[in-house]
Nanobody, 127 residues
Framework: QVRLAESGGGSVQAGESLTLSCVGS????????MVWFRQAPGKEREEVAS???????TYADSVKDRFVIARDNAQNTLYLQMNVVKPEDTGMYYC?????????????????????WGQGIQVTVSS
C-alpha cells in the first residue's frame, strides 16, 4: 500500500525558515517524480516545486530563490526547505508522487488519478 507522510509543518514568523519532509513507502520512491503542492483557504491548489527522478527541480515563480526541493532516496524522503517565508506562503502543503514516471509533467501532476498524495500538513506564516 502506497503511503506518503508529511511532517515538519507549523507556525513561523515571516523571514524565518522551515523544512517539510515527506516519507514515501509502498512504491519505488527513487524512480518517481515527486512534487509539493499547497493550497491556501479560498484559493486553488498550486504546484510549489517538483523534482524528477534524476534530481531536476522546477519551482513556481512565487518561491523561486527561496525554496529548495530535494530528495534522499536512501531514506525515501522528499524535503522542502522553505527560506525567508512570507505570509502568502501560508497554506496546507501536500506531498505527491507521479504513479508511473520519473519525469514531471504538470498536467499529469494535476490529476489525482495519476498521482499518489499525502494527507497534507499546515504551514502558517505570520507577519
Amino acid at each position: 500500500q502506497v503511503r506518503l507522510a508529511e511532517s515538519g509543518g507549523g507556525s513561523v514568523q515571516a523571514g524565518e525558515s522551515l523544512t517539510l519532509s515527506c516519507v514515501g513507502s509502498g512504491y519505488t520512491f527513487r524512480a518517481h517524480c515527486m512534487v509539493w503542492f499547497r493550497q491556501a483557504p479560498g484559493k486553488e491548489r498550486e504546484e510549489v516545486a517538483s523534482l524528477t527522478s534524476t534530481d531536476s527541480p522546477t519551482y513556481a515563480d512565487s518561491v523561486k530563490d527561496r525554496f529548495v526541493i530535494a530528495r534522499d532516496n536512501a531514506q525515501n524522503t522528499l524535503y522542502l526547505q522553505m527560506n525567508v517565508v512570507k505570509p502568502e506562503d501560508t497554506g496546507m502543503y501536500y506531498c505527491a508522487a507521479d504513479r508511473e514516471y520519473g519525469y514531471c509533467d504538470a498536467q499529469r501532476l494535476r490529476s489525482k488519478d495519476l498521482t499518489y498524495w499525502g494527507q497534507g500538513i499546515q504551514v502558517t506564516v505570520s507577519s
